[in-house]
Nanobody, 123 residues
Framework: QVQLVEYGGGLVQPGGSLRLSCAAS????????MGWFRQAPGKEREFVAA????????DYKMSVKGRFTISSDIAKNTVYLQMNSLKPEDTAIYYC????????????????WGQGTQVTVSS
């Protein structure tokens, strides 16, 4: 089992920044892929970014490339999502997720999920 807890959501103005954290515990994590997904009201959960634990491989949703950065700190068992130049359309509940070995971009392919953290971008 892998346990995931997200931190760092909140209310921010358009153009602002937030950093989300995901603390992981449980099994040896070195073979896991860590992903961030988001879900806005009335919409399906969508892929945002993912990273291998050693940080060697990353992937991003096209609309967040250049604005969001995913990173990992193996010593702290924590994955981060730095979000800059936030837009109202980034408003959603953000979830951390984990799966083994290969980065995939569909939610159903991930085995473990955190409880989610709300991000609201509004003036």
């Amino acid at each position: 089992q892998v346990q995931l807890v997200e931190y760092g959501g909140g209310l921010v103005q358009p153009g602002g920044s937030l950093r989300l954290s995901c603390a992981a515990s449980g099994r040896t994590l070195s073979t896991y892929i860590m992903g961030w997904f988001r879900q806005a009201p009335g919409k399906e959960r969508e892929f945002v970014a993912a990273i291998s634990w050693n940080g060697g491989t990353t992937d991003y949703k096209m609309s967040v490339k250049g604005r969001f950065t995913i990173s990992s700190d193996i010593a702290k068992n924590t994955v981060y999502l730095q979000m800059n130049s936030l837009k109202p359309e980034d408003t959603a509940i953000y979830y951390c997720a984990a799966r083994r070995f290969v980065i995939l971009t569909t939610a159903r392919e991930y085995d473990y999920w955190g409880q989610g953290t709300q991000v609201t971008v509004s003036s």
